[in-house]
């Protein structure tokens, strides 16, 4: 049923909406929200309240109070009110079993109320403690609000956009846009009800949720966060009309007046048929209720008690100082109370006014400016704390379901701050965030304790103002990941792709053994393009990496190759890889998959400390990198370059540029899988020509699992596997990299110091132990298994472990706890293949 | 945390774009005790204060930079590269 056409209304009759409600057709008109377009068609319960599932209609009609969430296409918790009506939405009631006219949960209100008291949760259902799984999915069902939306139901996407605005202003009452067409220059207002035309910038209907250090003002719109950076940011949230506290104060049909307003003059709909007035607010709808036909049974301006009573939750009739009218709308004000909450989180104090009996602002930060009404620009006197009249329910916090027999209970028991208070009764802490509920708490605690409001404060005003969906402040799901430049060759030969670090890796092609065998009987390669790779270049360079690593480089010929591990000054393992020596100034590091810009940080660091004359570029992405490794490498790489290949002209750990299938590589002889091997670096662009060419000449690709099997023959070690962030040279079996000659480097005043609580060391077994199994000793634990596979060259388990240093010797035995069994392994301190490295210089 | 931070080259600019490294720190020579060595590589003053800090600017121009900081309030109060120790060996 709509009115007559009102002056200013914003729906357009000329444009009906469908939508469905419950399954049912319903019909509104293009301006209407959800919360009007069904108050017009009758619905007057909205929802049914947190605790006691008591029926809530229409009350603030602006998005404050939690009295109209509803499920509105499969997103819970929308504030229908002031949620614009689009063809076709779908509105569900939630938190009922039922509808929300009948929800068989609304049993709590009628004989839960004794049971339920205040803080029942943290009393009650804790014995036994077995049957906790059984409560916790019974509470779980009954508490929360609403259903935590599918991912699939068109959520849209959340994103973030980022901005910088000289002044921001936020409100857009009459005072903000006073405030924002009074600067000269770069202004952004900030509104969250419908724009409005103006020579300055507006978003709107957009929220902002919070002021933050630095200016930061995150803006909810929809689905995106504007994350806005203000030089200066003036508040313009004007003031909250506040609900009376009085027994009834919940019942359907109670409302606060700018509600009515909008309802009538917006929307054009009757809000009630009989209305009483009550307080200095309520009165000046008298003009809205004229309008539309409402007859005024009764009206007060301060009134000395009332109750409010209704039937199945529903207003029925008021005692007004002890005068009972028949009436089906209540419009009642207690007063307005500056919107102060972003301020407070920008640090300006909050203080009370006993005059007007509101909060108001002061001492405002640098930067923080505020105006209108949320400055205090408000004309009024306080109103009483509590209305007392007959009944039951009195509800100082309409969000959570608190009573004034609950706050009372709290300060009975102890919880006589406001802050105490809150957190034992909850009020305030519900989806309006004390907008209608903050200065009432603050009134009933002064009335109860005898004090002033002064002396009781308000809580903690934190972001964000007004509930937020979580995707918002996720934003877009992204997964970055990196790619190495021969990623499509490892997807069309079917490979198993696994995260390592940010980095995609294949992990096996089929079959990780027959990989393995292709190594060692063969020929195999790699993609190990996810390694870090560093050009060192300058003067300064070889002083630098000598100081920068325990070993020593500035004298290692041009053309050589030597292992390097980087530690910090405590001595702790932090990264390894291989620095070449391409000439006198000019150094090649490689760090591990995931060390890249760590190790490349770090080496700045040390260096914008030092100052050597070197320059350190991080080319990681720049190159690929492949590992051909085999017996039959080098007879494979021959007939593909011009170079020489002979063992004594490229020999186990030289570096030379060479061209390989046309493109230029830098080739390293090393090898991390214990065959003879070359470690070709390229141009990433390039990478493909080079790979089909290796794979042409009868290389079998192998990925990570099997490269994990054969470097674990050779005992060689993966730092961040097999090394934590207590692993040291001494206690790795490293110390041959230390040269403590050197006058310093990067950990040398630790290697004096360095303990060996345990050491690394390689074991053999029958049974394979799951990485992290326990070595146990004597009952105790007395070391950890970091890596295990089968190895069929070995004809056993391998695998490196952590162990006590008594226990570290060669031919030890050492129980590894395995399903719960011990299961014996031996001791070995060699690598398992190979020992000698023959195969690598061969 | 979302203040600014002034870095030498580029201004101001959020701090997400950087990367912090902690107090600036006093290196005891190679031959530090181990009561020395402790201190210095596990230790921090954790001033209620202004305090010298290291920098990155991880997102940006990739510079080391030591800043003053209040840590009471995030107020910054200076921000240089600093002049390096050259390369000479702690005392």
Redesign the interface.
């Known amino acids: 049923m709509r009115l007559r056409s009102q002056p200013g209304e914003r729906i357009d009759r000329s444009h009906p909406i469908q939508f469905t409600y419950a399954g049912k057709e319903l019909t509104g008109f293009a301006g209407d929200t959800v919360g009007s377009a069904l108050f017009a068609a009758g619905r007057r319960v909205f929802s049914r309240s947190f605790k006691y599932h008591r029926p809530r209609g229409l009350l603030c009609c602006s998005g404050r109070c939690p009295n109209c969430m509803m499920t509105v296409d499969g997103v819970p918790n929308v504030r229908v009110c002031v949620e614009p009506l689009r063809p076709g939405v779908d509105v569900r009631d939630q938190n009922v079993l039922g509808s929300a006219d009948r929800d068989l949960l609304g049993v709590v209100d009628k004989v839960g109320g004794p049971f339920t008291p205040v803080g029942f949760y943290y009393r009650t259902m804790i014995r036994p403690r077995r049957a906790w799984p059984l409560y916790e999915k019974v509470l779980r069902n009954l508490a929360g609000l609403g259903r935590v939306a599918d991912a699939r139901n068109g959520h849209g996407r959340f994103d973030t956009v980022h901005r910088r605005v000289d002044v921001l202003v936020i409100g857009g009452g009459p005072a903000g846009r006073a405030a924002a067409a009074a600067v000269d220059g770069d202004v952004l207002l900030v509104d969250d009800r419908v724009g409005h035309d103006a020579p300055y910038d507006v978003l709107a209907p957009a929220t902002a949720l919070g002021i933050y250090e630095g200016g930061l003002v995150p803006v909810a719109a929809g689905n995106v966060l504007y994350r806005i950076r203000a030089g200066r940011i003036v508040v313009a949230t004007g003031a909250l009309e506040q609900l009376l506290l009085f027994s009834g104060n919940d019942l359907v049909g109670v409302m606060l007046p700018d509600g009515v307003r909008r309802m009538v003059d917006e929307w054009a709909v009757k809000p009630g048929d009989r209305a009483v007035l009550v307080g200095e607010g309520a009165v000046g709808v008298k003009l809205q209720l004229a309008r539309a036909g409402v007859e005024i049974a009764a009206a007060s301006l301060r009134p000395e008690s009332l109750s409010a009573h209704g039937r199945r939750g529903r207003l029925t009739s008021v005692l007004l100082d002890g005068e009972g009218v028949d009436c089906d709308l209540l419009v009642v004000s207690g007063g307005l109370q500056p919107a102060y909450s972003l301020l407070a989180q920008a640090g300006a104090r909050i203080e009370y006014e006993p005059r007007r009996g509101i909060f108001v602002p002061t001492e405002l930060p640098d930067g923080v400016a505020v105006v209108g009404a949320a400055a205090g620009g408000i004309d009024q006197t306080p109103v009483a704390a509590v209305l007392d009249g007959r009944g039951d329910k009195c509800f100082v916090c309409i969000c959570e379901d608190v009573t004034t027999k609950d706050v009372k209970r709290a300060l009975a028991e102890g919880f006589d701050s406001i802050e105490l208070a809150k957190r034992y009764t909850t009020v305030t802490m519900g989806p309006c965030q004390g907008k209608l509920c903050q200065l009432a708490a603050t009134r009933l605690l002064a009335r109860e304790t005898d004090t002033d409001e002064s002396a009781i404060g308000t809580t903690t005003a934190r972001p964000p103002w007004t509930p937020v969906e979580l995707g918002l402040l996720a934003g877009r799901h992204h997964e970055p990941a990196k790619r190495t430049p021969l990623h499509s060759r490892h997807e069309t030969l079917g490979a198993e792709m696994i995260w390592t670090g940010q980095w995609r890796r294949a992990f096996q092609y089929g079959d990780p053994a027959a990989e393995v065998r292709a190594v060692h009987d063969s020929l195999g390669l790699i993609d190990v393009s996810t390694l870090g790779k560093v050009l060192v270049e300058g003067p300064g360079a070889p002083a630098l990496l000598d100081r920068l690593y325990p070993n020593r480089f500035s004298d290692l010929k041009p053309g050589r190759i030597r292992y390097g591990v980087v530690t910090s000054d405590g001595g702790r393992i932090m990264d390894d890889g291989t620095v070449a020596r391409l000439g006198d100034e000019l150094f090649y590091v490689t760090t591990t998959s995931t060390g890249s810009e760590g190790v490349v940080e770090w080496f700045e660091w040390w260096n914008a400390i030092w100052g050597y004359d070197a320059e350190i570029v991080n080319v990681t992405g720049a190159l690929a990198a492949m590992n051909l490794a085999g017996p039959r490498a080098r007879e494979a790489l021959a007939p593909l370059t011009g170079a020489d290949l002979a063992n004594e002209s490229f020999r186990y750990l030289d570096a030379k540029e060479i061209a390989v299938a046309g493109v230029p590589c830098l080739a390293l002889r090393i090898g991390f899988v214990g065959e003879l091997g070359y470690e070709l670096h390229c141009p990433a662009t390039d990478a493909g020509v080079v790979w089909d060419a290796l794979v042409a000449a009868g290389a079998t690709p192998f990925g990570l699992e099997a490269q994990r099997v054969l470097r674990l023959e050779k005992g060689h070690v993966i730092v961040g596997q097999d090394t934590d962030s207590e692993s040291n040279l001494l206690s790795a079996r490293m110390q041959w990299t230390i040269k403590d000659d050197k006058p310093d480097f990067v950990g040398k005043g630790a290697v004096p110091h360095l303990q060996v609580r345990e050491r690394l060391v390689g074991f053999t077994a029958d049974v394979l132990p799951p990485e992290g199994a326990q070595v146990v000793r004597e009952g105790r634990i007395a070391g950890r298994v970091t890596s295990a596979r089968v190895s069929e060259r070995v004809g056993r388990v391998i695998g490196l472990a952590w162990v006590e240093p008594e226990i570290a010797e060669e031919g030890a035995t050492i129980a590894i706890r395995v399903d719960g069994a011990m299961r014996d392994a031996a001791v070995t301190l060699a690598a398992f293949y190979d020992p000698e490295g023959t195969l690598l210089r061969s | ?4 931070l002034s870095c030498p080259h580029c201004g101001p600019r ?2 997400d774009e950087f ?1 912090f ?1 902690g107090e600036v720190t006093r ?6 005790s ?1 009561r020395e ?1 402790t201190d ?3 230790f921090r003053d954790n001033v209620a204060g202004v305090q010298r800090e ?1 920098w ?1 600017h ?1 997102t940006g121009c ?1 510079v ?2 030591v800043a003053e900081r209040d840590t009471r309030t ?1 107020e910054v109060l200076r921000t240089e ?7 000479a ?2 005392r």
């Open positions: 945390m979302s203040f600014l959020p701090v990367r490294q290196r005891p020579g190679a031959d530090a181990l060595l210095y590589v596990y290291w990155y991880r990739k080391w930079f995030n590269i600093p002049s390096p120790a050259g390369a060996a702690p």
